[in-house]
């Protein structure tokens, strides 16, 4: 069994250009949820998808889009990017979208807009 | 919209000694709860989760509707329970809210 995997590690970008991360989910896993965490908060929900479908989405503007695949692995674009995006983003995946399955972490990407 | 505080960004104790930390949410739905454990140099895993009514790693939680509150006790303090603890609330359609942690650190 795989676990989450998320690429690249780090990035850095500059204000208004655009960046796509991508997440694995673990084996046997359709749900993929993406979360955005800034320095010294906690994670802040931004979309979740299932079966290639966004299946609920946080309070994120509509430049934060994500894809989901066949194979259950997800991307997260980001356009027009501004330099309070500068987070590290991580994704979880778990078995369904159910509000009690453990969700599993990836180990994120550090995204950087100068 | 659903709110999840802790209240302690940080928390010192002793090896040997009781601890707990403290999560308190707001929803007016019936909440899921979760507590994330994150070690250094280690991706954000499960610890517990209130539906399960268990005890891992010596930690349990007991979901306290009245007062909104899911803290985390554990009798007996380690050294390798250092690490940055999340409190997580799930809501019936599935949307996590995470706490901003409290970092805990097991002195020797």
């Known amino acids: 069994e795989t676990g989450v995997t998320q690429s690249p590690t780090h990035l850095i970008k500059t204000r208004g250009q655009q960046v796509t991360l991508r997440c694995s989910s673990q084996?046997?896993?359709?749900?993929v949820s993406w979360y955005q965490q800034a320095l010294g908060q906690g994670p802040q929900f931004i979309f979740q998808y299932y079966r290639e479908e966004e299946n609920g989405r946080g309070n994120f503007p509509p430049r934060f889009s994500g894809l989901q695949f066949p194979n259950y692995s997800s991307e997260l674009n980001v356009n027009a990017l501004e330099l309070d995006d500068s987070a590290l983003y991580l994704c979880?995946?778990?078995?369904?979208?159910?509000?009690?399955?453990?969700?599993?972490f990836g180990p994120g990407t550090r995204l950087t807009v100068l | 919209a659903q709110r999840v505080t802790q209240p302690e960004k940080l928390l010192s104790v002793f090896k040997g000694a009781p601890v707990e930390l403290k999560c308190n949410y707001s929803?007016?739905?019936?909440?899921?709860l979760f507590w994330y454990v994150q070690y250094s140099r280690q991706r954000l895993q499960l610890l517990l989760r209130h539906i399960s009514r268990e005890s891992i790693k010596g930690f349990t939680a007991d979901l306290n509707k009245g007062e909104t509150s899911f803290h985390l006790k554990k009798p007996f303090a380690q050294e390798e329970d250092s690490a940055m603890y999340y409190c997580?609330?799930?809501?019936?359609?599935?949307?996590?809210?995470f706490g901003d942690g409290t970092t805990l650190t097991v002195k020797p």
């Open positions: 979880a995946s778990s078995q369904v979208p159910r509000n009690t399955d453990t969700q599993y």
């Open positions: 997580a609330l799930v809501t019936i359609a599935g949307k996590s809210t």
């Open positions: 084996s046997g896993h359709n749900t």
């Open positions: 929803y007016s739905g019936s909440p899921e």
